[in-house]
């Protein structure tokens, strides 16, 4: 297949495809996730912020009293609470209680504002740099003067007696998430070309299998031809140089003689020609015309009264086993079946040396229909056996034409056969003979019906 220029183009055309859909699908997916990450990282965090913070409101609101004052019992309950302008120190129980302890966590602060936004009290790691007044948005993104970037939720406390006291503010540093985020979109960005490049060696190896049948009946077809057209050349030229030599005949004889030959010749010919229709058909499962029900006890006693010649010829004897009272029907096309058996028949005639028999039988089991031909003949070599059917083949020894046809025989048969469900099989003895045997299905019997 390498050195066949059509399909590498075609391999490397169908590797390139592949290549670029599945990296356009890969990069959608890539882009998908980075997407669905974001959201669901974001939707967890301000899940997170939004509980912490609804707690803490709650919590602190009942023991405000007057507004942007903080008492002592809202010191109480956020242990740390540093007051604007103080040097704070953690107290030392601060890890055991629970609220405080979350903006010893890395990242989290909390801010009580006034309503115009000026810092009263912080507890955890501020951001350096940061306004001390900031924007008072339910939901914000804000970032220190150092680049650093803060999610943050503001909500609005009310004193004991329902005035607008100030806010709380929760806030988490986003580098964590940035990095995250950043390693996440390196992965992607380098992991597609990586996959790509999987994918590239994985469609080259896929096209090659995609493309294995194909070259294979390519293949196939040529062979196909050049055996037709050398099968072909032979009785043309042998027609050419007879003409040629028609010229130059000196009598009647040698004129008739010549045209025994061309008459040989055409036959040869025409019956080459009739194959090739018939295989081509064949190929095309244009084959069926006439199924009908067939009798096979009169098929094969029609084919021995037709074939009674040739043998006497040949000097051979046919021997049919039949069903006495029982008629063998199957459905079929008659005309296939016919030139099926015959095929076979015809082999037997021509292999088997004078005085050698040939025995057709006709028979059944459960489920198929069995006629075999057994022959006295040459036989075949077991290493022979598996090329027999195939298209033009003929044994070796047989090259000389002394017998045998273009090596179509066979092969059309066995096509027949398949057409009908079935199958030929033959066992084969060099200098013993051949069974060749025909199953074909017995009931529920549908051939192989024919393409548009
Ligand atoms: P051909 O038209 O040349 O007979 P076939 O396809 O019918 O071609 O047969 C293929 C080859 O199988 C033949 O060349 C022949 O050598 C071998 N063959 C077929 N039938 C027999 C048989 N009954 N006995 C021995 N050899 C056979």
Not at 340 to 363: A, D, F, H
Not at 366 to 378: A, K, P, R, S
């Given at each position: 297949m390498n050195q066949n220029q059509i399909f590498n183009r075609t391999r490397r055309q169908l590797a390139g495809w592949y290549v670029l859909v599945t990296g356009l699908l890969l990069s959608i997916c890539g882009v998908g996730l980075y997407q669905v990450v974001i959201y669901s990282q974001e939707y967890i965090l301000r899940q997170k912020l939004e509980s912490l913070s609804g707690t803490?409101?709650?919590?602190?609101?009942?023991?405000?009293?007057?507004?942007?004052?903080?008492?002592?019992?809202?010191?109480?309950?956020?242990?740390?609470?540093?007051?604007?302008?103080?040097?704070?120190?953690?107290?030392?129980?601060?890890?055991?209680?629970?609220?405080?302890?979350?903006?010893?966590?890395?990242?989290?602060?909390?801010?009580?504002?006034t309503l115009s936004g000026q810092v009263l009290a912080t507890i955890g790691q501020q951001p350096q740099g940061m306004n001390q007044k900031i924007s008072i948005e339910f939901w914000q993104q804000v970032n220190s003067n150092n680049g650093e970037s803060f999610y943050q939720i503001s909500l609005l406390l009310r004193t004991q007696t329902g005035l607008r006291w100030g806010y709380l503010q929760i806030g988490r540093s986003m580098v964590e998430w940035n990095n995250y985020l950043m390693t996440l979109r390196l992965l992607l960005i380098l992991g597609l070309p990586l996959a790509m490049l999987l994918v590239?060696?994985?469609?080259?190896?896929?096209?090659?299998?995609?493309?294995?049948?194909?070259?294979?009946?390519?293949?196939?077809?040529?062979?196909?031809?050049?055996?037709?057209?050398?099968?072909l050349r032979t009785p043309l030229a042998v027609l050419q140089s007879t003409i040629e030599e028609m010229g130059l005949a000196k009598d009647l004889e040698e004129v008739e003689q010549n045209l025994e030959i061309m008459k040989r010749q055409n036959r040869r010919l025409s019956s080459l020609v009739t194959d090739l229709l018939l295989i081509s058909k064949i190929d095309q499962q244009k084959f069926f015309t006439n199924i009908q029900p067939c009798c096979l006890n009169e098929l094969i006693l029609d084919l021995v009264e037709e074939l009674e010649e040739l043998a006497l010829s040949a000097g051979v004897t046919l021997k049919t086993d039949l069903p006495i009272n029982e008629s063998i029907m199957m459905m079929g096309e008659p005309s296939q079946l016919y030139r099926?058996?015959?095929?076979?028949?015809?082999?037997?005639?021509?292999?088997?040396?004078?005085?050698?028999?040939?025995?057709?039988?006709?028979?059944c089991t459960?489920?198929?229909?069995?006629?075999?031909?057994?022959?006295?003949?040459?036989g075949i070599a077991p290493e022979e056996l598996p090329r027999i059917f195939d298209r033009f083949y003929r044994v070796q020894s047989d090259r000389c034409r002394l017998t045998g046809g273009a090596?179509?025989?066979?092969?059309?048969?066995?096509?027949?056969?398949?057409?009908?469900?079935?199958?030929?099989?033959?066992?084969?003895?060099?200098?013993?003979?051949?069974?060749?045997?025909?199953e074909l299905p017995y009931q529920n019997f549908s051939p192989v019906l024919p393409k548009n």
């Open positions: 803490l409101h709650d919590s602190i609101e009942p023991f405000l009293e007057q507004p942007n004052q903080i008492n002592n019992n809202v010191k109480k309950l956020l242990p740390g609470l540093c007051l604007k302008g103080q040097v704070c120190q953690l107290p030392k129980d601060v890890e055991k209680r629970h609220i405080a302890g979350v903006f010893q966590q890395e990242g989290y602060y909390l801010r009580l504002t590239g060696g994985a469609s080259w190896w896929l096209s090659r299998l995609a493309m294995r049948p194909i070259y294979e009946s390519y293949r196939q077809m040529q062979q196909f031809t050049s055996d037709a057209a050398h099968e099926m058996v015959s095929n076979l028949m015809t082999n037997g005639i021509q292999y088997t040396p004078s005085g050698g028999i040939i025995n057709i039988t006709l028979s459960e489920n198929y229909i069995l006629i075999q031909i057994q022959d006295t003949g040459i090596g179509l025989g066979l092969s059309i048969a066995q096509a027949i056969a398949h057409a009908h469900r079935g199958r030929i099989t033959v066992k084969s003895q060099l200098a013993q003979g051949s069974v060749f045997t025909i």
